[in-house]
């Protein structure tokens, strides 16, 4: 009797830090397109700071206030070696997420997204000479294929924005590949990975934001006819966005590595199909294709990676990050697929 309650309350437990998170996750993103479509707030550097001041606050709160994660004390001279470079990576994945939000639609660019897998291993074989089975590399086709049917048939393309996605994928899977060598040493959880890094990047982007679009902020809040509540509106995507990184740690604390790469590839088609709903983009028929295809490939890909990592010591087999290191690698925002990475 005991076992089986336990059982059922494990998976109770999973069914629901899959919702929260995917809760949390589709509702940045919506909201997200929202102030850049609906509220006419074209910022995406601004947007950005708010999410990385909003993580910054929240981290600081639960760590040093709430004290429900213990702190990972890091040596000041590591904090400038290992985690400022760490952070002005993980700035431009963010900031290129936002910029492409703003230029294209939500469904285009989750599917961009879920080229990284691609460009990740494309990088670790290029740069640092991993070997990688066939099997991996087979993997990757179904992905590359759909997005580039996507990419072809998308009704509502932008070349900048698919240029902004695409970097993002490069900037997430550089993020990705640092993280195993600069943190080496350090076993962060998504919490202590904010904690760490959200304020170097509002350092680290404060300023181009100010140079850049200050006076068109400073315009955009004299023009509009309802600046408040928009503001409202901006800072509560801040807020969300840090409870995203919350709900990262809850769900991989409570579920498994393959179904928390399932859980992912349904997460972007949730997301596509409520942004769909919402803002109306036209979708045709051969890049809903293309999208099932990327999201099928993207799930075939986790499941050939946990093959074989789940292969006896002495098997060649394909590099694989730890388990524990897993949410250091979630992106803060987004956006986005980033299972490993994707938005404040």
Not at 113 to 126: C, I, N, R
Not at 205 to 213: F, I, K, N, R, S
Not at 324 to 337: A, C, I, K, T
Request: proline fraction near 6%; hydrophobic fraction near 50%.
């Amino acid at each position: 009797m005991e076992d089986g309650r336990l059982c059922q309350w494990s998976v109770f437990r999973s069914l629901l830090a899959i919702v929260q998170w995917w809760g949390f996750n589709v509702t940045v993103i919506i909201i997200n397109k929202w102030i850049f479509q609906k509220l006419d707030f074209k910022f995406p550097l601004s947007v950005s700071c708010v999410h990385f001041i909003s993580s910054s606050i929240g981290a600081y709160m639960v760590i040093k206030v709430l004290k429900l994660k213990p702190l990972i004390v890091v040596d000041p001279e590591d904090r400038w070696k290992r985690i400022f470079p760490m952070s002005f990576v993980f700035c431009i994945n963010i900031v290129l997420g936002n910029v492409s939000l703003r230029y294209i639609p939500v469904s285009f660019m989750q599917t961009i997204k879920s080229f990284t897998p691609a460009t990740t291993v494309v990088l670790q074989w290029l740069v640092w000479r991993k070997y990688f089975e066939w099997r991996i590399w087979a993997s990757l086709v179904p992905i590359v294929g759909g997005i580039l049917l996507t990419s072809i048939t998308e009704l509502s393309f932008n070349m900048f924005g698919f240029c902004a996605a695409l970097f993002g994928c490069l900037a997430t899977s550089t993020k990705t590949i640092l993280a195993e060598s600069l943190l080496h040493g350090y076993k962060f959880d998504s919490i202590n990975t904010v904690y760490y890094m959200a304020p170097y990047a509002t350092l680290i982007l404060g300023v181009p934001a100010m140079l850049l679009e200050g006076n068109g902020v400073i315009e955009w809040f004299q023009t509009h006819p309802s600046p408040w509540p928009a503001l409202i509106i901006i800072f509560s995507s801040g807020v969300l966005a840090f409870c995203l990184n919350f709900s990262i740690f809850y769900v991989i604390h409570s579920t498994t590595a393959v179904t928390f790469n399932v859980a992912g590839n349904l997460k972007v088609a949730v997301a596509v199909l409520i942004s769909w709903m919402i803002f109306k983009n036209p979708i045709s028929s051969l890049n809903a294709v293309g999208c099932g295809i990327t999201l099928v490939g993207c799930t075939f890909y986790g499941y050939v990676r946990h093959m074989l990592s789940q292969q006896p010591p002495g098997t060649p087999r394909t590099p694989r990050t730890p388990r524990n290191r897993m949410e250091q690698l979630l992106p803060l925002v987004n956006n986005s697929n980033d299972k490993l990475d994707d938005k404040v």
